[in-house]
């Protein structure tokens, strides 16, 4: 069965520290891997896929890496509005059905 | 476009009562979700469709729930008698491609409370 872990699952930073945000997968053949991001009240938001090791994506101060068994979201010098919930999720074998992970919540200090 | 459009965005009723949540996938996308969302258990598929077609209710809880897609822009889950343990963040989101791992986007939820 398909496994996705998320740690830590609470992150607190000082603005402008950065620091890492780990996914752990057990899936049947990765066909990617996808990043979203959840304020509160909100659905997730799509931020990044990654589809095969060594691959890498960027948008403002994020930066996702996939490597066969984990992806890090890495965040530079966050800044409070990156505060959210970042979820990870793989597709299952053989479908279109994600499994998520349960996410971690991630609070920048002013 | 105006993203995954979802209503009610909050739905309060009594233990017993019909509730039906409603969804406009983005146009053009082929395959629509719903997934419940709560503390305890996280993100949950509930069923999907490709071209409007019901592949896979597996996580469905029970009979109470149907989920329907008449047409490529809309669907609605019913739940019937709704109860207490129902209460939680719906979500509907929709990808372009069926059959393939594609994006899937989120609508803004429903949030259900049921008394």
């Known amino acids: 069965e398909d496994q996705v872990t998320q740690s830590p699952e609470a992150l607190r930073l000082q603005e402008g520290e950065s620091s890492s945000l780990n996914c752990s997968y057990t899936v049947s053949g990765l066909r990617g891997l996808f990043w979203y991001r959840q304020d509160p009240g909100k659905g997730p938001e799509f931020l990044f896929t990654?589809?095969?090791a060594g691959e890498e994506k960027e948008k403002e101060r994020l930066k996702a890496t996939l490597t066969k068994k984990e992806s890090f979201l890495h965040i530079t010098a966050p800044k409070p509005e990156d505060s959210a919930t970042y979820l990870c999720?793989?597709?299952?074998?053989?479908?279109?059905?994600?499994?998520f992970g349960t996410g971690t919540r991630l609070t920048i200090i002013p | 476009d105006a993203g995954v459009i979802q209503s009610p965005r909050h739905e309060v009723t009594e233990m017993g009562q019909e509730v039906t949540l409603r969804c406009k996938p983005i146009?053009?996308?082929?395959?629509l979700f719903w997934y419940r969302q709560t503390m305890m258990r996280g993100l949950e598929l509930l069923i999907y469709f490709n071209n409007n077609v019901p592949i896979d209710d597996s996580g469905m809880p029970e009979d109470r729930f149907s989920a329907k897609m008449p047409n490529a822009s809309f669907s609605t889950l019913k739940i019937q008698p709704s109860e207490p343990r129902d209460s939680a963040v719906y979500f509907c989101a929709s990808s372009l491609e069926a059959g393939s791992a594609d994006t899937q986007y989120f609508g803004p939820g429903t949030r259900l409370t049921v008394l």
């Open positions: 999720a793989v597709p299952n074998f053989g479908n279109e059905k994600l499994t």
């Open positions: 990654l589809y095969s």
């Open positions: 146009s053009g996308h082929n395959s």
